[in-house]
């Protein structure tokens, strides 16, 4: 039986809730918890047999994304120089996950996550819930055994007298989201014989606008003048200055104004920037600056102790230090 949106996130909700009470042990950083064997899952009702542990991570149950979606029929390739998980789905959907990236590539539609997927002994973990709702399978919790289950979830077959209205009051849906959801445009593209599909990511009303492909290259150029050719972590950091910037009302609006406007960045004005080709790795950091990765929170300076001195750098906040420089706010 499909369990409704609304009965499933109360069960999910409560699953998370017995499995956070349950003993965990650290396994990374202080951050993340390891669940104890007694907390199990479940594959179209067989018990899965996982070489990695089940994560809980703030009340959130984490899986090693790529075992569960085979288990479910996707293909799955991983690239290890941007640390990205692609699914390609038994249902035709093409999914991105991203190491430490709460933006979710699902059919080449930008979406943020409520979550966070990220490495833990070289696999990436995914929330769970997440996971299920891009592979089409139902999730439920199971009190008695301690089990998480996840079942696929056939598409529903339009008739003449089951279109998209007897289908989205069947499963609780929207009749504009069942239509989002299958790349449709209008009821008039429904026929009999049509299979919708039925579960909805819980992301997919949180789409993120598309970034300029001149935006990406710049602020990776931008990094690669401020933080050297080598650290991922260095370059970033400096694209979040960046970003950080436009959303601070006391900077420009635009990424283009905040390096071409000021003094903070000589290279703007020099030529170098101009003449910077971004490397592989600054591209990767622009691209997961982009995508929200945030190493560096709300910090919109940085700065060389060593070599910048001042009253005015003296009274920053520095919130972290990466390299040679600090980030302050």
């Not at 789409?207 to 990094?223: C, P």
């Not at 903070?264 to 950091?285: C, E, I, V, W, Y």
């Amino acid at each position: 039986m499909i369990i409704h949106s609304k009965l499933m996130k109360c069960i999910i909700g409560l699953a998370l809730i017995l499995l956070s009470i349950g003993t965990v042990s650290v396994v990374s950083s202080g951050a993340a918890y390891a669940a104890e064997a007694n907390a199990s899952i479940k594959v179209n009702d067989k018990k899965v047999k996982l070489s990695d542990s089940v994560i809980v991570q703030k009340n959130r149950m984490y899986v090693p994304a790529a075992s569960i979606a085979t288990m479910l029929g996707a293909n799955v390739s991983w690239d290890n120089e941007n640390e990205e998980l692609t699914l390609d789905t038994e249902l035709n959907d093409e999914v991105v996950f991203g190491n430490g990236v709460p933006v979710v590539y699902f059919n080449d539609t930008r979406y943020r996550m409520d979550a966070v997927p990220f490495i833990e002994d070289g696999r990436l973990y995914v929330p769970l819930r997440q996971l299920a709702e891009v592979l089409h399978a139902d999730l439920s919790w199971n009190n008695d055994s301690n089990t998480a289950e996840l079942t696929e979830v056939e598409r529903a077959a339009v008739t003449e007298e089951y279109g998209v209205a007897e289908i989205s009051e069947e499963y609780g849906i929207g009749a504009s989201t069942l239509l989002k959801r299958n790349g449709l445009g209008s009821k008039d593209q429904v026929k009999p014989g049509a299979k919708l599909k039925v579960i909805i990511p819980s992301f997919l009303d949180n789409q993120v606008a598309a970034y300029s492909q001149s935006d990406l290259t710049l602020l990776a150029k931008i990094s690669v003048v401020e933080a050297g050719k080598t650290s991922y972590e260095g370059q970033l950091a400096i694209a979040n200055v960046i970003l950080n910037r436009v959303k601070d009302p006391k900077f420009p609006k635009t990424i283009h104004d905040v390096i071409y406007s000021g003094k903070q960045f000589p290279p703007a004005h020099n030529g170098l920037l101009d003449q910077t080709k971004p490397t592989a790795s600054a591209l990767r950091a622009a691209k997961d600056a982009l995508n929200g990765k945030n190493n560096i929170e709300d910090a919109v300076y940085f700065f060389n102790p060593r070599v910048t001195k001042g009253a005015f750098w003296s009274s920053l906040d520095v919130v972290v230090t990466i390299g040679s420089h600090s980030f302050a706010k």
